[in-house]
């Protein structure tokens, strides 16, 4: 991109009403068409804005996203970046255009409202809970058969929930099943958890999928830099 291109507009496919009961919405807006926030020309330092308030800078978003999957790509690895905290499906939807391999999310909430977005490929980073988290994701699931989603699982319990959620509704696409070792911050504590969790997966008969293992990184920190690494 030079200095004098055109940056290329974050696409919005979903128009709704504001007004002032969301946050950032200025005082006295009432059923304003989200396509013309634009034109509204608010700023979050000219007062109107109720704060505080999430804002984003285009330009250097696409710049960011652009640099960070070339680098991806160069090293051979794929993403999904997490939803959460924006909680923006335009935003989520830019990154799988641009090369991202999918969507992560928290909850099935959050899952629920990127595939209402069309983003089909999902990743629950986080255990749905016991038979009641199990058959709300199998109802999600089927209202949207065509999702790719995978789900962490921590115990054997949380896979027989799966399992009997599964089982209970034929038509459900087999559920993609991830590992969760969690170095030290959730998940199997020791290979024997994670194999047991495992074999709980293969046994359900074809109804979940072993899809790999996941962890969370972030505990894996050391003072030492070469420790981490």
Do not use: C
């Amino acid at each position: 991109m030079t200095e004098n291109s055109p940056v290329p507009a974050l696409a919005t496919r979903e128009n709704f009403l504001l007004d002032d009961r969301i946050r950032g919405v200025p005082p006295g807006t009432f059923g304003l068409d989200s396509s013309l926030v634009a034109s509204q020309r608010w700023h979050p330092a000219a007062g109107r804005m109720s704060l505080p308030v999430l804002t984003l800078d285009e330009e250097a978003f696409i710049a960011n996203r652009d640099l960070f999957l070339r680098y991806a790509r160069e090293q051979g690895a794929m993403i999904a970046p997490h939803a959460k905290t924006p909680m923006a499906p335009d935003l989520a939807r830019s990154l799988v255009e641009a090369g991202a391999w999918g969507t992560t999310v928290a909850d099935i909430r959050q899952a629920a409202v990127m595939l209402k977005a069309g983003l089909t490929r999902l990743i629950v980073a986080n255990e749905v809970g016991g038979s009641g988290g199990a058959n709300r994701l199998a109802a999600l699931v089927g209202v949207w058969p065509g999702v790719e989603l995978f789900v962490f699982a921590d115990s054997v319990a949380a896979v027989h929930a799966l399992a009997e959620a599964w089982r209970a509704n034929a038509k459900l696409p087999p559920l993609r099943v991830l590992v969760e070792l969690g170095a030290g911050r959730a998940g199997a504590r020791t290979t024997g958890e994670a194999e047991a969790i495992a074999d709980a997966v293969d046994a359900a008969g074809g109804r979940l999928l072993i899809a790999g293992v996941a962890t969370y990184e972030g505990a894996a920190a050391q003072p030492d830099p070469g420790r981490t690494e």
